[in-house]
Structure formats: structure tokens, C-alpha cells
């Protein structure tokens, strides 16, 4: 009897399982579902707002144009300030990245032992953990007054400490997915470097580095695009003054910060003013969207290379 027992239990198990694995299966795709209504919602929205901001503002004005005041009396909607102050943080912010990340990824790839990597590389990440809102404050509280040691011109407000603040903020994003790519090369590629005598160093920067190039470049493309869409570290500690330079040392505004200041309430909603976060928002989302594009085309290339 027990013997009989056993086997019908297992069935009946079978069963449940078999009758859950539906349930499961729709569970799973409702979160699916759910991400790309979501991304849908996101789309139309910034869709229509936009077709009512350009119904009233040409096109090419918006794209060309050098002065960007849409809450004046007198308003302008020319995007090409708000969209150089962007450009110009992050490239500071990349100019700290990239270098740091790439260096500190061959680093933990090449040369630190496993136990040193397994203790540096979590403390490393834990950077990406803080709130952005805390970088703010640091670039504007200590940064800032430290490079006005350094260069007495430079504003209260500027693009140079948000973009050192920045690059420190994604420089864990560099670091760690370029030290993926380069821990997924293949052993074989530096043993033969090294039998033909190759020391440690041209391993890794004539073999390691080129062979990992499209996962290290997918990397540098994420972090641009991290970088272009944050938000609270140029809205604390960059200014709010929409200029058309490559100074980092005045004020300046990015997009980001632009649609937290029209964001705040004070513009009514419907308003053309009130449209322009949407414009800016939907040139936003353009850009990081072909630069996420690009990094995923790159990761499955490199994949596919080394699959």
C-alpha cells in the first residue's frame, strides 16, 4: 500500500506542477507586457505633447536656434544652449569616465588577484549606489570650492564640478561592464601572447584590450548615455542660465535640469511654455535611445565573436 502511495503522490505533484506552469507562464509575460506599455505609454505621450509644441513652433527654429528663453515674455525656442550645456558636462564627465574605468577595469582583469578583485570590485560598485542628489550637493558644497582654489574665475555655479561629480558617479558603469569584456576573452589569446614573449602589459593593451574592444565600447556608449540624461547633479550644482559655449567654468543648463525647473509647477499645464519639456524630453529620449541601440548592437556583436 505504501508502494502504491508514493507513485500516485508523485503524480498528483506532477499534476500541480504541470497545472501551474500556465499560470506562470502568464504571470511572466503580464511583466513583459507590462515593461513595454509602459515604454508605449512613455512614446505617445512625449509624441502628442510634441506635435502640439511644433504645431506652434517651427521645427527648424527649435533646432537651430541660439537663444533658448521659452518662459520670457518675449520667449524663444531655440534648443541649441540647453542642448551644448548637456554635450558640454558630459564630455567632462566622460573625459573622467572612460580613462579611470578603463584603466581601473584592466587593472582588475590583468593584474589583481581573485580574492583582491572579489573585495575591490563590489566596494568600486558601491558608488553606483549612491543618490544623485548627494553627488549635487558634493559638486557644489566641495568640488566646486576646491577648483576655485585651483582656478579663482571659476563661478559658483559651472559645468566643470558637475562633470568631474559626474564622471565619478558613472565611472563604476565603465569599470565594471568593460572588466566583463575583458575577463570574456578567451585564455588562449594571452598564452599565446605570452609565448611569443609578450610581457604583461602588451598582453593586455595589444591583445586583451583589442580583442574585448566591442563589450569596452558598448560600456563607454552606456555611460554616455547615463550620462546625457542625469538629472539632479547638473540641476543642484550647474546653474540654470541657458548659454551657447564650451566655457565650464560659467553657468550653464542641460536638458535635464531645464525639465526640472519647468517641472516645479509654476508653469500651467497646456501651456506652449509647458509643451517645451516634452520637445526637450523627446530630443532627449532620441538621443539615448540610439546610443542604447548602438551598445546593444556592440554586446551582441561581441557575443557572437566570442561565443
Do not use: H
Not at 1 to 28: C, K
Not at 237 to 263: C, F, H, N, W
Amino acid at each position: 500500500m505504501i508502494g502504491e502511495a508514493q507513485p500516485a503522490a508523485a503524480r498528483r505533484r506532477r499534476i500541480g506542477a504541470m497545472g501551474a506552469e500556465p499560470a506562470i507562464e502568464w504571470a511572466l509575460f503580464l511583466c513583459a507586457l507590462l515593461s513595454v506599455a509602459t515604454t508605449i505609454g512613455i512614446i505617445v505621450v512625449l509624441a502628442s505633447e510634441t506635435w502640439a509644441f511644433f504645431g506652434r513652433v517651427a521645427l527648424t527654429e527649435f533646432l537651430t536656434g541660439t537663444e533658448w528663453t521659452p518662459l520670457f515674455a518675449a520667449p524663444r525656442f531655440g534648443v541649441l544652449p540647453v542642448v551644448a550645456g548637456t554635450a558640454l558636462v558630459s564630455s567632462i564627465a566622460m573625459a573622467v569616465a572612460l580613462p579611470a574605468g578603463l584603466l581601473s577595469a584592466i587593472y582588475l582583469s590583468e593584474y589583481a588577484s581573485a580574492p583582491l578583485r572579489r573585495t575591490v570590485k563590489p566596494v568600486l560598485e558601491v558608488l553606483a549606489g549612491i543618490p544623485t542628489v548627494v553627488y549635487g550637493y558634493f559638486a557644489l558644497l566641495f568640488v566646486t570650492p576646491l577648483l576655485q582654489r585651483v582656478i579663482p574665475e571659476l563661478s559658483g555655479f559651472n559645468a566643470l564640478g558637475p562633470g568631474i561629480v559626474m564622471g565619478i558617479m558613472i565611472l563604476p558603469l565603465v569599470s565594471s561592464l568593460a572588466e566583463d569584456a575583458m575577463r570574456g576573452v578567451p585564455v588562449g589569446l594571452r598564452e599565446g601572447s605570452y609565448a611569443l614573449g609578450a610581457t604583461k602589459m602588451q598582453t593586455s593593451l595589444r591583445v586583451v584590450v583589442p580583442a574585448a574592444f566591442s563589450g569596452i565600447t558598448a560600456a563607454f556608449i552606456l555611460a554616455v548615455s547615463r550620462a546625457l540624461g542625469e538629472t539632479m547633479i547638473v540641476a543642484i550644482a550647474a546653474g540654470q542660465q541657458p548659454r551657447l559655449t564650451l566655457d565650464p567654468t560659467v553657468p550653464i543648463e542641460t536638458m535635464t535640469a531645464y525639465i526640472v525647473q519647468v517641472s516645479l509647477g509654476d508653469t500651467p499645464q497646456g501651456t506652449l511654455e509647458y509643451r517645451t519639456i516634452f520637445a526637450v524630453g523627446t530630443l532627449l529620449f532620441a538621443g539615448t535611445f540610439i546610443l542604447n541601440l548602438a551598445s546593444a548592437w556592440l554586446r551582441e556583436r561581441y557575443r557572437e565573436e566570442y561565443a
